[in-house]
């Protein structure tokens, strides 16, 4: 004869199991996100003060504070004044908005075409973006056109790659991230064209392709903040949709999701975050990778965290690399995009080795 008091004291066990298991991802969903804000403003007091210029800590507050609040007396040689606020502050505000944009452009894209090898520059967004570069430098124009023409030509080659995957029943992951390799190719070989023909000009080309912060300043940012902000803004309030969409597009349309609907927006705000963030840096690699493995190991699948821890740790890692960058072999630097590489790489390569154990798609 079955024990039913045994049963009962199994059965609230497992519940037991059940609410303490609950109560620590709620606490994780608190605390991981907190962490990793106070982590990355103490990442942007600590990167403020590294540079070639050795300005105190307490000087660098009051003229960063100076701005907001004029009626702190200037004590500081004018110079430090124009380090802080015209050099440093764009500087690390740009690695934030890049870092992020990145990040979460990344996180994304392996969401949606449910591959974790995807990253921002699966749709050929980086090739089209150095053509608009390299075609703006060849040609001579205004240092200003250079990022416009980044910008869109990035999102026309977004444009004809769904153009040529489109069809009347939707468009398959598959075929789109195809047209993207197609494009994206054609894309670099006008790239390598432009390089053979630039002659004197041939050094600007490669150092934009290469990546950096060094030409930052507040008409960046300015440029760059709405559009990411926009955008990545516009993908958090899809977190739901884009779990759903893990399951397949017949279980998530069965969830009531119109996959097709959310697939154009999604893919849309997430290009143009992409292309909002090589418009003004050039292309940097591996960040849209690596930051949501890491993240998806520490916080899970689930994109309501996901998306905003990854974009939180996307800020923090360029902020880190760029700065790292600078003090290597002062007082010149080496191209950021060069460290994510190095440091990216043999990153990954670990994370593919431990794949089978501790990550699941």
Known sequence: MCDTRAFGWHERQSVDQVDRLYAVRRRRRVLVPVALALGLALTVAWAVQMGSVDIPPGTVLRISLHRLWPGIPPTWPPSHEAIILDVRWPRILLEMLVGAALATSGCTMQGLFRNPMASPYTLGIASGAAFGAALAIVLGLPFYALPAMAFLLALATVFVVYRIAGARGGTAMETLLLAGLAVGSFFSALVSFMLYIAGEKLAGIVFWLMGGFWASDWDKVAIALP?????????????????????????????????????????????????????????IGFVGIIVPHLMRILVGPGHRLLLPTSCLVGAILLICTDTL?????????????????????????????????????
């Open 227 to 283: 559009l990411i902000a926009l955008a990545t803004g516009g993908i958090l309030l899809f977190s739901r949709d884009l779990d759903l969409l893990l399951l397949g597009d017949e279980q998530a349309q069965s969830l009531g999701v119109d996959t097709e609907r959310v697939k154009k927006i999604v893919l849309a705000l997430s290009s143009l975050t992409t292309a909002a963030a090589v418009c003004v840096t050039g292309v």
């Open 325 to 361: 960058a600078r003090a290597v072999i002062q007082p010149t630097e080496i191209p950021v995009g060069i460290i994510t590489a190095l440091l990216g790489v043999p990153f990954f390569v670990y994370l593919l080795r431990r794949r089978k154990q501790i990550l699941e798609w």
